[in-house]
């Protein structure tokens, strides 16, 4: 998962060599997502101002489980149906459910422009959001999971969450701080504003005020498909403390 930081250039996506390559251009806000082990090339389109991105992987939790350079270097297996579903898929909204996340469940395929500005629906009362599930929701990914939210008013505050897994935010606009808390231990207070980020670490509570009224907006990703659905994990209201 590629969300662009700065700048505007384009990317090129091809499944084999010597096929048509797909081209993808992208500027500050941006997020792609290459189809699973298809080739992909990034690049700079001004000559004089730099492109930055953060990139999101599942390669140290693929590493892990297979352990063998040779295997994960040299493995030329395409997957052929998902390119076809990313390339024609634009970003949709695909709700599947009546409260939540699931109200603001989106698909999509190898792009979706302008984070920061795209105009979203409300998830609950003061709250607007993208969610993309780890069920194939962006390039038929099956490992990670995405949201963008945004809080329209002060008292908006997250809901406390725990997750088995790992999670990055990165701050797009507005400030406001997180309080974090493992069990046990002392709370510690992450102040942030836009362009920041910061990391909740697994089994970690997390609660995010807004300051202000600056209508921050904030995207988050884990890598929780491999675990999600795993025993009572799939039940997330087990790993929230309750209200």
């Known amino acids: 998962m590629i969300y662009?930081?700065?700048?505007?250039?384009?990317?090129?996506?091809?499944?084999?060599?010597?096929?048509?390559?797909?081209?993808?251009?992208?500027?500050?806000?941006?997020?792609?997502?290459?189809?699973?082990?298809?080739?992909?090339?990034?690049?700079?389109?001004?000559?004089?101002?730099?492109?930055?991105?953060?990139?999101?992987?599942?390669?140290?939790?693929?590493?892990?489980?297979?352990?063998?350079?040779?295997?994960?270097?040299?493995?030329?297996h395409v997957f052929e149906e998902r390119w076809k579903k990313n390339i024609v898929q634009q970003p949709e909204y695909t709700p599947v459910g009546t409260e939540g996340a699931e109200i603001v469940r989106m698909r999509v395929g190898h792009h979706i422009p302008d984070l920061p500005g795209r105009e979203m629906r409300e998830r609950r009362k003061g709250v607007l959001g993208i969610t993309i599930r780890p069920d194939g929701d962006m390039a038929n990914n099956h490992i990670m999971e995405w949201e963008v939210r945004e809080y329209q008013q002060q008292d908006s505050v997250s809901p406390q969450h725990r997750h088995p897994w790992e999670t990055v935010y990165h701050i797009m606009d507005g400030e406001g701080y997180v309080i974090l808390q493992r069990d046990g231990e002392a709370k510690r207070r992450v102040n942030w504003k836009k362009g920041d980020l910061f990391?909740?670490?697994?089994?970690?509570?997390?609660?995010?005020?807004?300051?202000?009224?600056?209508?921050?907006?904030?995207?988050?990703?884990?890598?929780?498909?491999?675990?999600?659905?795993?025993?009572?994990?799939?039940?997330?209201?087990?790993?929230?403390?309750?209200?």
């Open 4 to 76: 662009i930081v700065s700048g505007q250039g384009y990317t090129t996506m091809w499944l084999r060599e010597g096929e048509k390559k797909e081209r993808y251009n992208w500027s500050e806000g941006d997020m792609l997502s290459p189809t699973l082990n298809a080739w992909n090339q990034h690049f700079n389109a001004s000559a004089d101002q730099p492109a930055r991105y953060l990139l999101v992987s599942s390669a140290p939790l693929i590493n892990s489980m297979f352990n063998d350079p040779a295997f994960l270097n040299n493995n030329d």
């Open 199 to 243: 990391v909740a670490e697994a089994n970690e509570y997390h609660e995010l005020r807004p300051l202000n009224d600056s209508s921050p907006r904030f995207w988050q990703m884990k890598a929780s498909g491999l675990l999600y659905k795993i025993g009572n994990l799939l039940i997330e209201d087990q790993l929230r403390p309750e209200k």
